[in-house]
């Protein structure tokens, strides 16, 4: 039987070396370079003919884009409108990797967690500065919540610490799980329909069909949830309590 | 088509015709899918936070020489941090409910 997880596997296809450091354009680099076009394209070409009573492909970009801004003012409210770009920059990215990755014969960049946690943890250090800057010395009020009596507080201020430092490590893990997962189920069962032959090798081809649509809705809900989540997070800095 | 188009434009009665069918749709929508992916969310908070607690221990551990002690401790402070989170996503899901 075919490896399942053979379908993550890294291969030079440029091979670059920079001082000791391998930089190599990758099969991952050449998908994020596709996912990257082909969302800019959707938008560029959506937005090329503007008119009042949007077409198609207008009323898609149109679609995303107020998706987002009502996520925005649903959860962060009306300051939240000018991280507007950074948040729809990485839902779109995120939603076009993981697409692009439902392709026959294409790799799914956000199965590597190396992927989604570097995304992740730029928004996280962007985050952390926004709070930074914006409320200054009081930001550290973050770590101790209300109402604690003075004798926990220090336990509580480790506690609230680990618990700030896991958040892109959470939404990393959440996308690259959900992603690793179904694609090691796609290919496990793609790999009974072969060796099962033509006539029992039909219920797991339907079953493989209908798991194919839920990993659409997977790609399109996992990408949601790291807009929504990166939302949360950006709230929690700017309104600290 | 487009003078039909025009046409539902100056239709008065068309503004009182989207809002009984969004009025329809609200009643329709099931739970936001957030409220309703707290499970999974549960999971990967549990898992993350222990081995956000490992790992601060880890650095801390290389840079005071203490091999495996504050690793162990700060997994523990990973694992109580993962059950306050919890606390807090489910207190935070009540007070949803009850609004």
Known sequence: ?241 | MLRKKNQLGTDLSLKERIETAESKLEKNQPDTPTNKLHGGRVVTELASHCFTGGMIGWLLDIVFGTKPIIFIIGFFFGVAASIRTIYNLAQKQLNDEFE
């Open chain 1, 1 to 241: 039987m075919a490896d399942p997880l053979h379908q993550f596997e890294i291969k030079p296809l440029i091979p670059l070396n920079l001082g000791g450091i391998d930089v190599s354009f990758t099969n991952a680099s050449l998908w994020m370079v596709i996912s990257f076009a082909v969302m800019v394209l959707f938008l560029l070409i959506g937005v090329r003919k503007t008119s009042l009573i949007p077409g198609k492909m207008q009323s898609m970009a149109e679609l995303s884009y107020e998706f987002i801004g009502g996520l925005i003012k649903e959860n962060i409210g009306n300051e939240g409108r000018k991280y507007f770009p950074i948040i729809f920059s990485i839902f779109i990215f995120v939603l076009g990797c993981n697409l692009m990755g439902l392709l026959p014969y294409s790799f799914t960049v956000t199965s590597h967690i190396i992927v989604t946690f570097a995304i992740a943890f730029l928004f996280f250090i962007g985050i952390t500065l926004i709070g930074l800057f914006k409320h200054g010395f009081k930001f550290f009020g973050l770590f101790l919540p209300d109402g604690v009596p003075l004798f926990v507080a220090p336990l509580m201020i480790i506690i609230e610490i680990v618990s700030y430092f896991s958040r892109p490590v959470s939404l990393a893990i959440r996308l690259t799980a959900n992603m690793l997962a179904g694609h090691i189920i796609l290919k496990v069962l793609a790999g009974f329909v072969i060796s099962l032959g033509f006539v029992f090798g039909l219920v797991p081809l339907a079953l493989l069909i209908v798991l194919t649509g839920f990993e659409f809705f997977v790609a399109f809900m996992q990408a949601y949830i790291f807009a929504i989540l990166a939302c949360v997070y950006l709230n929690d800095v700017l309104h600290l309590h």
